[in-house]
């Protein structure tokens, strides 16, 4: 049985989308026009590989048809300069067999698209875009933000970049800090789509996780004494060593309380805590990413859910609160304390987070509320709220979850 294309086009899309835009960029010097071009070889792809089969090698064809779309881009123009002309005409001999993906012209993409050209919601957005592949509904979800506010703001961003003519390259090293914290938080998200996807059918998309975590490491090599650097490292390979249990053989989400330790990955939580150590090593005080690192220490370090020193996180989060203060920081704060101290005192925290209405919208509010709810003894109202959960979750693996958690709360 043949292939179905589309199912092909997405996974390859998935796993050698931001290696396609940075080789057109490299070749063409242009991020915004990369981008655009190889969103046009998707759409031929859909047609031809119906009606011809995938090809051999999928990232290479979608890269060669990306490149003869931005020549025929450059043609259609009035007049080329001269190094468009010469571009167009070196990118015209190419052939499939030219595509050779390299690492380093992801790493570089991400720091173009984190240019200080751009605002800082542009610069997340494009480089979640371009970078990690996401469709424009996931960032609107992981950002909390409208679906046509991300999407203008990729708009603008690729306009900015082709007015300002940015140019495809590793910003000089002096450079490097001054971009650091957007691209350190923009490969956060990436890793956190990766590790808790917030739309789709699958509860884990591990081929981000996995190339954020690989940037993350080339970013610590680049700058090796960043803590900020070292504490993102550390946050993703504690987190990445939960993936080995963090689904069934379904593919159905198991949540911490119920998962196999024996199944986390005990090189990962060795890296991660060596990372750890080497942040707090270079002396400058523990970010919001080594924070966040000390917090899955906690749990990694623990035999058991029962064990986990929750009096440890609560104080974690409470540092962390003070220096990345967010809604969602909050929210992990309440759940912190309903474990530490009981669910109480925790739901009127959660109450004080809605009434804020940063969250409104978000699964996160009502999906903690039916939690603590149903630890209360309140089935009724437990149940209304994991319903109402799952009804906002873009996720279906996790809505399964929270409907199953809503039929189980007792009457």
């Known amino acids: 049985m043949s292939a179905d294309p589309t199912r092909v086009l997405d996974a390859v899309w998935r796993m050698e989308g931001a290696r396609i835009v940075a080789s057109v960029a490299r070749a063409t010097g242009d991020v915004a026009l990369a981008e655009d071009v190889s969103q046009e070889a998707i759409v031929e792809a859909l047609g031809s590989w119906r009606e011809n089969g995938v090809p051999d090698n999928p990232g290479a064809w979608l890269t060669a048809v990306a490149k003869r779309r931005a020549v025929d881009a450059w043609r ?65 979800r992981m950002l909390l933000v409208p679906v046509p506010t991300v999407q203008a703001r990729i708009t603008r961003a690729k306009k900015t970049l082709h007015a300002a003519k940015v140019p495809f390259e590793t910003p000089d090293p002096g450079e490097w800090p001054g971009r650091l914290q957007t691209v350190l938080s923009v490969v956060y998200l990436i890793f956190t789509e990766g590790y808790a996807a917030t739309s789709g059918d699958r509860w884990v998309r591990a081929d981000l996780a996995v190339e954020a975590l690989r940037l993350g490491r080339m970013l610590t090599a680049l700058m090796p004494r960043e803590p900020d650097a070292w504490g993102l490292v550390a946050l993703m390979e504690l987190q990445a060593s939960r993936f080995g249990a963090r689904t069934d053989a379904t593919g159905r989400p198991v949540l911490l309380n119920d998962q196999d330790r024996n199944r986390w990955d005990r090189a990962h939580i060795l890296r991660g805590r060596a990372a750890l150590a080497r942040a707090d090593a270079l002396g400058r005080g523990r970010g919001s990413y080594a924070l966040q690192a000390a917090i899955a220490e906690q749990h990694a370090i623990a035999g058991s859910f029962a064990d986990t020193d929750w009096d440890a996180i609560v104080v974690l989060y409470e540092a962390l609160g003070r220096i990345a203060p ?86």
């Open 76 to 140: 259609r123009r009035s007049a080329l300069d001269e190094r468009h002309r010469a571009i167009a005409n070196d990118l015209a001999e190419l052939t499939d067999d030219a595509w050779e993906p390299i690492d380093d012209d992801v790493l570089r993409l991400v720091f173009t698209a984190c240019h200080p050209a751009l605002s800082r919601e542009s610069q997340v957005a494009l480089t979640l875009r371009v970078v990690g592949g996401l469709t424009t509904p996931e960032i609107a």
């Open 326 to 411: 967010s809604p969602v920081v909050d929210l992990n704060h309440a759940v912190a304390v309903s474990m530490a101290t009981g669910p109480g005192t925790a739901l009127t925290m959660v109450d004080r987070i809605a009434a804020g209405g940063a969250l409104r919208g978000s699964h996160l509010i009502p999906s903690v509320r039916g939690e603590l709810l149903a630890r209360l003894g309140r089935a009724e109202e437990a149940r209304a709220e994991l319903l109402a959960a799952a009804a906002l979750t873009g996720n279906e693996r996790e809505a399964e979850v929270l409907r199953a958690k809503a039929a189980a709360v007792g009457g």
